[in-house]
């Protein structure tokens, strides 16, 4: 079963960098969503791993546009990045989280802790697809370069995160290029742990 799990994950890895940007508009129309996990009746064929692998990139897509666009038009009108999520429901709708009073008085690291309590109880029960946590941050080693970090996670499988470059220029808001780097499962699952 690891195997299978680990063998899933680099093929679901694989579709979607290679297949996904000419099946996007495809897969969200004909696959159905399906209850609970890919893994719900313990085997998986390839085509049902490519078809899993394209939805959840489908929905990871939306889920990052959706959360870098809002959080760009707060910090182009405000200067600042405060720390927001967002989740995809069982049906494909796209929320923001809202903490409360509380959580809108906490520090920008206790919100994302909260953030992440409150996704991965939602996770957990099956009440979500996917999730988007967007902080702001400094580059390692480089003080003066601002980015957001855009943590991501669908239950599929996929976890990552983005790190997109910001900075304002004669008043204008710009981005840099989004890379990618790999990130443990939190919320839906345990991550793998290293032996």
Do not use: C
């Amino acid at each position: 079963m690891i195997r299978d799990i680990k063998s899933l994950f680099w093929i679901m890895l694989t579709v979607v960098f290679v297949t996904v940007p000419v099946t996007f508009a495809q897969a969200e129309e004909e696959l159905p969503i399906p209850d609970r996990n890919a893994l719900s009746d313990g085997k998986l064929t390839e085509e049902e791993i490519k078809q899993y692998a394209t939805l959840a990139a489908v929905h990871v897509q939306k889920l990052t546009t959706v959360a870098r666009e809002e959080v760009g038009a707060e910090l182009e009108q405000s200067g600042i990045v405060i720390p927001s999520a967002w989740m995809m429901m069982n049906d494909g709708e796209v929320k923001r989280v809202k903490l409360g009073e509380t959580g809108d008085k906490a520090s920008a690291t206790i919100k994302v802790l909260m953030y992440r309590a409150a996704l991965k109880s939602l996770a957990r029960h099956g009440k979500i697809l996917g999730t988007a946590i967007v902080y702001a941050g400094n580059l390692d080693g480089e003080d003066d370069i601002r980015v957001l970090a855009v943590e991501h996670e669908h239950r599929l499988g996929i976890s990552g995160l983005q790190i997109v470059p910001y900075r304002f220029q004669q008043g204008e808001l710009s981005f840099g290029d989004a890379q990618s780097q790999k990130k443990p499962y939190e919320l839906f699952y345990d991550g793998a742990t290293e032996s």
